[in-house]
């Protein structure tokens, strides 16, 4: 858990990093969808990408008012039958760049001629390439994530799905809100520490969570997965 906890504390530097390296990024994209001005969102993603375009969903919904689907990654790979996107503009997913129906669905749709864009921590990612540099919003975590549950990419995720959100109604959302949330998260370590003393020999939980919630539910529901059982 020694590399979660030193990648969590780099929480607030990759907010950093985003604001001044990924601004760039997430304007360009937010012009090119302005003239692209689709009907329709479709999203591709896995695992905690995933749950962070479930918050993408609600936040394209309620102020792009944008209706938003989900790609279904075996279409791309396993099926290889492609829905037809009309009117529409695909957002990919990926940390690494490097998840397969991921990688399908954005090549797919790259020849097919819809407007794909990609968002990933890593630049020389099969997803990057596929995308192409102009459609491509850098996470700005730094170095890839070695623990096995992923954080600091999960927050850059979700903070560019509601900066591109604003960006796209002329908007400029201040990532400085959520850099000063984490900030007090942070200094409550130990008492968190003590909190989670108390359900140390916890069999079963479960997270509730819904609306603008229910991504971070179901995240949260798959960190404890991974690291505590």
Do not use: W
Not at 25 to 53: F, M, Q, W, Y
Not at 132 to 154: N, Q, W
Not at 202 to 229: M, P, W
Request: hydrophobic fraction near 40%; include cysteine.
């Amino acid at each position: 858990l020694s590399h979660e906890i030193n990648e969590i504390n780099d929480t607030i530097p990759t907010l950093e990093r985003l604001e001044q390296d990924g601004r760039t990024d997430v304007e360009r994209v937010a012009k090119a969808v302005r003239e692209i001005n689709p009907s329709l969102v479709v999203e591709s993603s896995r695992g905690s990408s995933l749950h962070a375009c479930i918050y993408g969903q609600y936040i394209f919904g309620s102020l792009l008012h944008l209706p938003v689907a989900r790609a279904m990654g075996s279409l791309y790979t396993d099926e290889q039958q492609y829905p037809v996107l009309k009117d529409a503009v695909m957002f990919t997913m990926s940390s690494r760049g490097e998840t397969d129906d991921v990688c399908s669905a954005a090549r797919h749709n790259v020849k097919d001629g819809v407007p794909t864009f990609g968002i990933s921590n890593n630049v020389k990612s099969t997803l990057a390439g596929i995308v192409g540099a102009d459609h491509l919003i850098r996470m700005c975590a730094g170095a890839p994530e070695e623990s096995y549950a992923f954080t600091k990419t999960v927050v850059s995720s979700m903070t560019i799905l509601l900066m591109l959100a604003h960006a796209i109604r002329g908007e400029r959302f201040d990532i400085g809100l959520v850099t000063a949330a984490f900030r007090d998260i942070l200094s409550h370590e130990e008492e968190v520490a003590q909190l989670a003393a108390k359900f140390q020999y916890t069999q079963d939980f479960v997270i509730l969570g819904t609306g603008y919630n229910y991504g971070t539910a179901l995240e949260s529901a798959l960190k404890i997965k991974e690291t505590c059982l």
